[in-house]
């Protein structure tokens, strides 16, 4: 966790075999963690089922969280939903609906749904982002004019490792560093930015050593160990929080399915590195952990998959019942004050008159 060091030390609580790491404590215990394993399991769950929507022609072009549930999951659970803001990308879905973001709205927008796919007034969600690390600087900014104003809210943002490779990176981080907004980089590295391998991303043995270069804290952490995600972000919060500023978290993990559902990994991959990620998969991890200290076995994970498949299909029945776009949805929330040009071409539009 140094500054400087060219080695990085990788935090981590729970091994991959599903047994405690010797003399690392962890604020996230029992409970809190059988609340996590529910918000994976139902990450992977979702990815499940609109991935098999998709297949059928009923869904938008989808990326996965596959393998990166511990991620998702941990870092989404360190911020508090009424007041801090989350930033996101594309991949942590289930992050933003821990923080607010209903599922039906979400799956709204996968249907083409514009007007059901609003994020609705109170939820601290800007919407995902596909230029890649464009939301980075829009996360700087946030945080520096909600510290301005004297709040004390936090901005969690998540970038790929792919991501880092981007100039607006660079600018973001460095003018977090000078400001010390209050922001959390949340990097998931999950070794693949489509077809591009982390071996030829970037020369750094480590993306969280990059901090150092804006002058913050850089920290590595296990990415598919969902009570080491948590700590270090939480720590990175609460650090933002009290004035601190920011912080850059890499999260070694691994992306298990596809880039998208335009994707084919087999072209690519090593089917060998496919087999090692099962190994350390984030979610049996938790479970074979739990089951060692009597709290989960296969009737739960029946009774909760059972659960949690019912409020997926509720979410995607309520997303497919939702209203269809009209013409007035091209213009509608796009302008605070619309020009005169654009009223006009909106009238024109809905009278029939083009
Ligand atoms: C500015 C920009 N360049 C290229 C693309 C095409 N593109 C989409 S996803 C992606 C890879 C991103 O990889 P990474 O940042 O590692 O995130 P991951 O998808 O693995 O979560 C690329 C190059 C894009 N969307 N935006």
Do not use: C
């Not at 993306?207 to 850089?218: M, V």
Request: aromatic share 8%; glycine share 10%; no cysteine.
């Amino acid at each position: 966790m140094s500054k400087n060091s060219a080695v990085q030390k990788r935090h981590s609580v729970l091994a991959a075999d599903g047994t405690r790491v010797a003399g690392v404590q962890s604020r996230m215990e029992e409970e809190f963690l059988l609340e996590a394993l529910g918000w994976m399991m139902k990450s992977r769950l979702y990815d499940q089922r609109v991935i098999a929507l998709q297949r059928q022609g009923q869904f938008g072009v989808y990326s996965p969280g596959m393998g990166q549930e511990a991620s998702i999951i941990g870092s989404a659970m360190a911020v508090d939903p009424a007041r801090d803001w989350m930033v996101p990308q594309y991949r942590e879905l289930m992050a933003t609906v821990h923080h607010g973001l209903p599922l039906e709205v979400i799956s709204a927008q996968y249907l083409g749904k514009i007007g059901p796919a609003r994020i609705p007034e109170g939820v601290k969600v800007l919407p995902s982002q596909v230029s890649i690390a464009a939301q980075l600087p829009h996360a700087t900014g946030l945080a520096w004019g909600l510290r301005l104003r004297g709040e004390d809210a936090v901005v969690l943002t998540y970038i790929g490792e792919g991501g880092s490779s981007e100039g607006d990176f660079h600018e973001a981080l460095n003018l977090a560093g000078v400001t010390q907004a209050p922001v959390v980089f949340f990097l998931q590295n999950n070794q693949w930015a489509i077809s591009t391998s982390r071996r030829v991303q970037s020369a750094t043995p480590s993306f969280s050593l990059r901090a150092a270069g804006y002058g913050f804290e850089g920290i590595e952490v296990d990415g598919n160990d969902v009570m080491a995600v948590y700590d270090v972000v939480v720590t990175a919060v609460e650090r933002a929080r009290a004035g601190g500023g920011p912080t850059l978290i890499e999260a070694v993990t691994y992306r298990m399915s596809f880039h998208n559902t335009t994707d084919n990994p087999s072209l690519y991959r090593d089917p060998a590195e496919y087999q090692e990620a099962l190994r350390r998969d984030p979610i049996e991890r938790v479970q074979k952990y739990l089951a060692g200290l009597g709290l989960w076995d296969q009737g739960r994970e029946a009774n909760l998959t059972d659960e949690l498949r019912h409020e997926i299909d509720s979410a995607l029945e309520a997303a497919v019942a939702a209203p269809l776009p009209g013409p007035s949805d091209l213009f509608d929330n796009i302008y605070a004050h619309p020009p005169e040009r654009v009223l006009r071409q909106r009238a024109e539009l809905l009278d029939g008159q083009v």
